[in-house]
């Protein structure tokens, strides 16, 4: 199946630190991408780069066939996202601020009160933004990602900050999408026992390093060839964190 | 653009602030004429350098304050939400939303700028005998104020887009004020690099007169932090 984005060798160093490390990654059009990581294993870094919102080091990544920063407006065109935590107009009410990113993506009207249904939050979309709850700002950060049914969406831990109810109705609806309409989703999460509901594929990351790239199944095949138990998936990511955390400090000893 | 901008403004006060400077300053200018009409114009000065002159200074200060308030308004709501991140990630440019916010306070305040000099307009045809009037000095030092007071704004508004805090933004304004309140009266030309000095040109000098020199150098002010707001608005990363 053909790769809708793909990176090549894609590097971001913040002075000596490297943050991601030579990342090569292939999302296959029409499938879930589960980008699993620990805290600061360059999850969102990579996410913003592919977004433009920082320029990598050095490496490159094709989007729909698009390059940044050639084609940045054509890419934002197709890519709805979601970065870490939710951005929104404090002076404006959910509706209003749907309706800016609406104006903007040239939309209708109707699409607003679409997403607005989509994400729960119909109910409260007449009240100001800066009365709204952690998670009424997580949804209205998701509805800014899915309003107009993007070909491509980025979404960064969007089930931060959700209850566990919340949670659940998300991770479904996320799982729901590309059923309802033909797009590609990019989720980023910490938990494998989250994304392995959902995703297709899923990408490890550690350090800024891939670990592993592929299918669930392919991942269960990995893991017991590496000698790692695979009735539970979670303690089957973690041992392949901890075993590349200790061959990084083994390498640092010599 | 236009448009969008105004529609992301609501609520903030941007235009609301430029609107009342407008008010205010015109009920300064009826207020103060008609408490000390009598002893101003009995001063050793031509009538429509009076009326012109001793009244623009407060104004002035009205005006600094409101340009340094609405600027940073103008900048703040896109940085206190984190707003302008989603705005990164948006088939937008960036140059355009500044260039926007440019032109809605530069329209706002020309409405403001047009409503304190109908004041002036109101007492000059009402107070002031038939030969002492003379309605194109008034437009002249309209026009004039109204050019000298840009490089504060188009200054202002650059320095609201670089500082994300708003505190610091006002802080800058106020700075900018006091320093410039300071050396106003220095003859030296080269101070007039100085914004703020620039827009208080018209209020230290004792005729109506207009300053070509000082509009040019106004001019040239304006455009140059322009031209940087816009190209910072191009290339600032938001982390
Ligand atoms: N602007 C920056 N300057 C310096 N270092 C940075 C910057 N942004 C990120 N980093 C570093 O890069 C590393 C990766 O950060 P990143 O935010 O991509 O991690 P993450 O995988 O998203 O983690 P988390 O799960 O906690 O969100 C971290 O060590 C972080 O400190
Ligand atoms: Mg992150």
Redesign the interface.
């Known amino acids: 199946m053909e790769s809708i984005i793909s990176t090549r060798g894609l590097t971001k160093k913040y002075n000596s630190f490297t943050s991601v490390n030579k990342l090569s990654i292939n999302i296959k059009r029409g499938t879930i991408y589960g980008f699993l990581g620990p805290n600061g294993a360059g999850k969102s870094t990579t996410m913003k780069m592919l977004l433009g919102l920082t320029k990598p080091t050095s490496g490159k990544f094709r989007i729909d066939g698009k390059k940044m920063p050639e084609d940045r407006i054509e890419i934002l065109r197709e890519i709805g996202s979601f970065i870490e935590s939710p951005s929104y107009y404090p002076n404006l009410t959910g509706r209003e601020n749907l309706d800016i990113i609406r104006s903007i993506l040239g939309l209708k009207k109707k699409d607003v009160e679409e997403v607005l249904e989509l994400v729960g939050l119909s109910e409260f979309g007449d009240r100001l933004v800066k009365k709204y709850s952690l998670g009424m700002k997580q949804r209205l950060g998701l509805a800014g990602a899915l309003i107009g049914k993007p070909p491509i969406l980025i979404l960064d831990e969007p089930t931060n900050g959700l209850d566990p109810a919340g949670i659940h109705e998300i991770r479904n609806l996320i799982k729901r999408l590309p059923k309802m309409y033909d797009c590609t989703i990019m989720i980023s999460s910490h938990l494998l026992s989250e994304i392995e509901l959902i995703a297709d594929d899923i990408g490890i990351l550690n350090h800024g390093r891939l670990l592993f790239e592929g299918s669930m199944e392919e991942l269960k095949r990995t893991a017991k060839a590496q000698g790692i138990k695979d009735d539970n998936l979670e303690e089957m990511f973690l041992s392949m964190v901890n075993v590349d955390n200790y061959e990084r400090m083994q390498r640092a000893v010599l | 653009m236009i448009?969008?901008e105004l529609?992301?403004e609501?609520?903030?006060g941007v235009t609301l602030v430029l609107f009342i400077t407008g008010i205010l300053g015109a009920l300064y200018v009826l207020l103060n004429y008609s408490i000390r009409g009598d002893s101003l114009l009995a001063m050793p000065m031509k009538p429509m350098d009076i009326l012109l002159t001793q009244l623009y200074g407060m104004i002035m200060v009205l005006n600094v304050f409101a340009l340094i308030v609405a600027t940073s308004l103008v900048y703040s709501?896109?940085y206190?939400?984190?707003?302008?991140?989603?705005?990164?990630?948006?088939?937008?440019?960036m140059c355009k939303v500044y260039m926007s916010k440019f032109l809605i306070i530069i329209s706002m305040f020309l409405v403001s700028v047009v409503i304190q000099n109908t004041a002036l307009l109101w007492i000059g045809k009402t107070e002031l005998s038939k030969g002492e009037f003379e309605i194109v000095t008034l437009i002249a030092y309209t026009v004039y104020t109204f050019l000298t007071s840009l490089p504060v704004l188009s200054f202002m508004l650059m320095i609201a887009l670089i500082f994300e805090n708003m505190w610091v933004v006002l802080g800058v304004g106020v700075a900018g004020f006091l320093s410039g309140l300071a050396l106003a009266t220095s003859k030296t030309e080269l101070l007039l690099i100085h914004p703020f000095i620039v827009m208080f040109k018209p209020a230290t000098a004792m005729t109506s007169n207009v300053n070509v020199n000082t509009i040019i150098i106004a001019l040239i002010e304006t455009i140059a932090f322009l031209i940087l707001g816009l190209v910072i608005s191009q290339n600032k990363?938001?982390?």
Not at chain 2, 80 to 93: E, H, T
């Open positions: 448009g969008l529609k992301k609501k609520r903030t709501m896109e206190s939400g984190a707003a302008i991140k989603k705005m990164y990630i948006l088939p937008i440019s990363r938001i982390d």
